[in-house]
Structure formats: C-alpha cells, structure tokens
C-alpha cells in the first residue's frame, strides 16, 4: 500500500494545494456519527429541507415518457435557456439573449467555469469575506491569487466602496460576491451595489461574478442584481441555479447570464468537460421558471419563521453574538468568546475547527466552522431544518458550550 507521502508525490500539485470542502466534510462526520447511532442533528448542510415541488416532479416524469434521455446541448436546451431569459426580464428587468446563457451541471460548476475561463496564473481575485468555501479554492485551481477584503457583525458583513477601492491592483481581474451571502446571509441595497458599481465604473478591466442562487429566499423587499447598472452590465457574470429556490439540490442543474464572449468561452471548457447537463433535470427547470414563484414563497415564508425563532435562540445563549440574516437560511454567529476555554478532557479550543468539532462530539450537533469561510471567530448553522430540530439543536448548542471552562 501506498503511504500518504507517496500518494502526494504521485499526485498533481493542483490537487495537492486544493482543500477539502469544509461543509461536505462535516456533513460526512456527522453522517458517521449518525451511523453509530448517535441522534445528530445536522446544521451543516447548505440544502433546503423541503421536497421539490409536485409540479417539477411530474415534468421530469413527462421527460422520460418522451424519450429526452440523449445528449442535450452542450450550453442547454434552448427552450430551458429562453425560460431563464424570459425569467431574467420579467423577475430582474435584465435583458438577455439565450446565446448569452449557458446550463450546467449545478451553480457549482457554472462558477468553476466562469473562473477557468477568465483567470490566468497569478491574476488576483477579490473576494469579500466571508465568502463560500469553494470561491478560493476554485480561484487555486485556476492558479489565480485570492485577495481578501475582510468584514464583520458589526457591518453586517458588507463591504464599502473604500475598502473595494483599496483591494485593486493592477492584477486584480475578477470581483467575486454573493448576494443573499453565504455564509451570513447578508443582503446588498440598490444603493450599496450602485455604489460598488461606481467604483467598478472606475477599473474597465474587471469583471464582476455575482453568485444569485440565493436569490428568492430573501425577506427584504426585493432581490437587487448588480447587473441592473448599464455602466457595468457587460462586465457582469450572473451565477444563479434551481437548488435553492425550487428545493432541486440533486438535480444539478445552474446557469450563467453573460456577455456572448464569455458565455462562447463557458460553452467551449463545458463542451470539453462534462458537455450538457442532465437532460431530463432541463426540462423539469422549464416547468420551473414557468409555472411561477408559489412553492418558492410558501418555503420562504418557513424560513423566514425560522429565522426569527433560532435568532431569538442564539440571543440567549451567552458568549455568543449574531444579526439578524435578511436573506438565504444561515447564520453566522461570532463565538470567539470560547477560544481558549477547555471541554471536560481538559482539550483547549483554539479555533472555530475546534469549536465546531466539540459541537458534533459533545452537543451532537453538526455546524462549520468559519475558518474555511474566510473568518475564524465565527460558525456557520443552517436554519434548513424542522422547527423542533433547530429548538433541540440550540438547547444542545447552549448546553454544550455552558460545559466549557
């Protein structure tokens, strides 16, 4: 067999340098906890907790009765891609064509294109933090530079136009930004994106990738574009998908909105990678952008309840500071106030990790800490869960972190 050294020599160096995803990984070691079992409940996991809508079900149904079981287009069903255009125009007031839309396999891999399309090695990529997991690894994989602008609770976890401004370079190619965010569920105005939008207007040569997939689950009035700014429009790369919105998390199914030239280019690496996505989750996204937003807002409004009810819990428990999320279902809570203290074996919990792994042992309740989001004096919990599991979740999360010393 192998020995670890050996393994790392014969593999590439991009896969050595890439981390391994922090929320799939805890999701996994609750999963084997679980299997022993032990009663977890799971807060880790980015995945709405409601069944896909009956109404997408039966067109994937239909899909099959029709025999779309071939290869599909490489950037997507042209009817799946003139649903999103339409969608775009009438929930965004954007105006698309479907040359500019491209479908992949996921939000995930719709990202991971646009990032391989654009970045050269050592071309920088600006990134609010906190930021997703993935965002830095996939700028890794592409041999481009992260550079960070940091935020806090205080701020809501949003940036200035000053702090954008002083993270420019020369290298600087790629601004890259969600909004509803995760990890904290941060929501950006109208009038914060125009004046990020300004500050882009000043630096024609970087693009902005701005990942929408939280888009409806969002208890502001309205979800804001940055694409909506004329000024910018075609520096602008929407990433948004039906995982979230429509509880589709295993259908695979995400999409770009871009300028022609970049969606030719996420068309030409898709066309030598994986080609078309899944055909039969295309036609049940058809069904979903048309049939309208009713499920969507019937989730939305648990969520929105949920929200309330663990933001009163988190409040309660001491040592522990939050906001209040206006938007996806996650909240980010500060708990730097552990680090240093000791579980009942006498270990000292010296980072979010830590804290988050004494949470599974001792609490039985699975979260990421934030170290893999880009700030370590803060955890990630999912709200996507049943009212009486996140009750049971935050009395276990209280009266584990009351063990400590």
Known sequence: MLSHKNIMSILSDRINN???????????????????????????????????????????????DENYTRYSPVPGYPDLRQAIVNKLKTENNLDYDISQIVVSTGAKQSLSNVILTLINPGDEVIIPTPYWVSYSEMVTLAEGKSVFINTSIESDFKITPAQLEAAITPKSKLFMFSSPN?????????????????????????????DEIYEHINFVDKHESIAQFPSIKDRVIIVNGFSKAFAMTGWRLGYIAANKEIAAANDKLQGQTTSGTCSIAQRAGIVAYEQG??????MKKAFARRRQLVYDLLKDIPGVKTNLPEGAFYFFPEISSFFGKKDADGNVIKNSADLALYLLNVGHVATVGGDSFGNDNYIRLSYAASDESLVEALRRIKEALGKLS
Not at 46 to 64: R, S
């Open 18 to 64: 890439l981390s391994e995803s922090a929320t799939l990984k805890m999701t996994k070691l609750g999963r084997e906890l679980a299997a022993k079992d032990v009663n977890v409940i799971s807060l880790s996991v980015g995945e709405p907790d409601f069944n896909t809508p009956e109404h997408v079900k039966e067109a994937a149904k239909k899909a099959l």
């Open 293 to 298: 937003l009713d499920t969507v807002n019937e």
């Open 182 to 210: 995760n990890p904290t569920g941060t929501v950006y105005s109208k009038d914060e994106l125009a004046a990020l939008a300004k500050v882009f207007e000043k630096h024609p040569n970087i693009y902005i990738l701005s």
